[in-house]
């Protein structure tokens, strides 16, 4: 998974130009025996919905010429998006994974109250800003899955549901699966499967820990990420049942990457990519080609099945 947002590794101005320089990323990755997934544009989508408490923040995510300017800010991550979908489409990727930004989380606690309308119109200027984008996904063969995380106002599944009314349904507003976010908010990832898997095209396999106590909760004091109840961990080393949602995709269908992602707080990144590559290929699952059961089968017989429920001789 190829961040779009550092021209270090990736010069995206350059993809959504040159075919050439596409196939040089191309080539370069093949030749190191690694395929590209999808492009990231997490940084960029966060700028498309910035509320304005989060100013001074996230203009450390803009070129210097669009810091402290927040119309010439989102502008420019829109822009960035759309030559995001046409260097997917140059790569010949047919998914993305991004944010959604946020407008409305600084209201999450509803204290003090929020007026009526607040969260809404919210969700509105949100699908307003998304929805060009998405139709230029769409024209380019590329959908966003988008990483339902906290910070973001698309953080569970009721939000999503919400912004994907606002965006008309888009076929295109798909979801970056990442348990780790829920583990963290307490809720129930395997039941989320059942419910969007039909919408999940891009998967982080991330792990993490939630050990509350006396002194913290879900929201872990401000503290330092070692020392929250909540905290994100290498493959493994956490409290996600990973092999409960290999399941839950190998049943839905999923057929797309697991992605590795790291963001541990006690090991580090080279012995969670040492671990986590072969921790993900023991999770993979082939599905049967055949019933366990097949070989008591036989074909569709009408009279046994009448004689077998009694019915033979029954006049219809």
Excluded at 25 to 47: F, N, R, W
Excluded at 83 to 99: C, D, E, P, R
Excluded at 125 to 134: D, N, Y
Excluded at 169 to 195: E, G, K, R, T
Aim: charged letters at 25%; proline letters at 5%.
């Amino acid at each position: 998974q190829m961040p779009s947002f550092d021209g270090r590794l990736f010069d995206l101005d350059l993809a959504a130009e040159s075919d050439s320089y596409c196939d040089e990323v191309k080539g370069i990755c093949a030749d190191s025996g690694v395929e590209i997934t999808e492009l990231s544009t997490h940084l960029q989508g966060q700028l498309v919905a910035v509320n304005p408490a989060y100013d001074i923040a996230f203009d450390a995510f803009a070129p210097d010429h669009c810091k402290n300017n927040p119309a010439k800010r989102q502008a420019w991550a829109v822009d960035q998006m759309k030559k995001a979908a046409i260097a997917s489409q140059k790569l010949g990727l047919s998914t993305s994974v991004s944010f959604t930004g946020s407008l409305a989380f600084p209201y999450l606690y509803p204290w003090p109250q929020r007026p009526d309308g607040l969260i809404e119109e919210a969700f509105e200027e949100l699908g307003r800003r998304w929805r060009p984008i998405l139709d230029h996904y769409k024209d380019r063969g590329v959908s966003i899955g988008f990483e339902i995380h906290p910070g973001e106002d698309v953080f569970d599944g009721a939000t999503y549901e919400m912004f994907v009314s606002a965006t008309g349904n888009h076929d295109c507003a798909l979801i970056n699966y990442d348990p780790s976010h829920f583990l963290l908010q307490q809720m129930d990832y395997l039941a989320f499967i059942d419910l969007y898997h039909d919408r999940i095209n891009a998967f982080h396999v991330k792990d993490a820990e939630f050990n509350p106590d006396g002194r913290q909760g879900v929201y872990s004091g401000y503290q330092s990420w070692v020392n929250r109840a909540g905290r994100f961990r290498s493959l493994g080393d956490g409290q996600v049942d990973f092999a409960g949602i290999f399941s839950k995709l190998t049943q839905y269908g999923y057929d797309s990457w697991a992605v590795l992602e790291w963001e541990c707080c006690i090991k580090s990144a080279e012995q969670g990519a040492a671990e986590g590559a072969p921790f993900i290929e023991s999770h993979l699952i082939e599905p049967p080609k055949s019933a366990f059961d097949d070989f008591a089968g036989g074909d569709r017989d009408e009279a046994a099945i009448s004689a077998m429920l009694g019915l033979s001789g029954r006049k219809p």
